[in-house]
């Protein structure tokens, strides 16, 4: 159990475009779900934290207008990058955790590589 | 907030090689501890974990102890082969967030 998909695995867009990416809980309800940003040979950033129903909270530094994150169910959250330039091709990963265990225990989508030319 | 120094790489084994990537923390309150593998384009995995001091986790011949007194949390397998390449992430988590380290590259060759 506890597997978690992402969709599309790799996009291409042109720059200004805007692209969604899905993540969902395949086999569990999520009480929270992560999204994380990772560049070439580096760690995992976290951008966002979402509840289902209510606002992302976004980690310092991350545009909330330029990345929006909906949780609308506890199986769903979608990342959309608006009005994307070459500077936000990277990995987009997601998580989530599930109810009655810690929220630091996380189960990771396989990742969407945004390329924006 | 939390932080996380992991040994640097590349490490480059033969296989049956021994393991060790170190990883030390400092954090909020008292964390759980992980250890994630990420295989080349994909995701991240759980690989094994411990939540209280002297915990052990272990896993696929992987093995890390919880080091409270010294914030340690070092990866270790006795004997590595090809399959085990990729790359490798600390990550305590605690004040309802993980921290990755930087990341170690293991390649593993025959």
């Known amino acids: 159990g506890a597997v978690v998909s992402q969709h599309p695995s790799r996009v291409i867009c042109k720059s200004g475009t805007s692209v969604k990416i899905e993540c969902r809980s395949l086999d569990f309800q999520a009480t929270t779900m992560f999204w994380y940003r990772q560049f070439p040979k580096q760690s995992l950033m976290l951008m966002a934290t979402s509840n289902e129903g209510s606002k992302a909270t976004y980690e310092q530094g991350v545009e909330k207008d330029k990345f929006l994150i909906n949780h609308a169910s506890l199986t769903l959250s979608t990342l959309t990058v608006t009005s994307a330039h070459p500077e936000d091709s990277s990995f987009y990963i997601c998580?989530?955790?599930?109810?009655?265990?810690?929220?630091?225990?996380?189960?990771f989508g396989p990742g969407t590589r945004l390329t924006v030319t | 907030g939390n932080s996380v120094t992991q040994m640097e790489g590349p490490v480059t084994l033969s296989e049956e090689a021994f393991l060790t990537i170190n990883c030390t923390y400092t954090?909020?309150?008292?964390?759980?501890l992980f250890w994630y593998v990420q295989y080349p384009g994909e995701g991240l995995q759980l690989l094994l974990k411990a939540t209280k001091a002297d915990d052990k986790g272990s896993n696929k011949g992987f093995e890390a102890t919880y080091r409270k007194e010294t914030t340690s949390f070092h990866l270790e397998k006795g004997s590595v082969q090809v399959s085990d390449s990729a790359v490798y992430f600390c990550a305590p988590g605690s004040a309802r967030q993980l921290t990755f380290g930087s990341g170690t590259q293991l390649t593993v060759l025959p």
């Open positions: 998580s989530a955790s599930r109810p009655m265990e810690s929220v630091v225990e996380q189960y």
């Open positions: 954090a909020t309150g008292y964390p759980s």
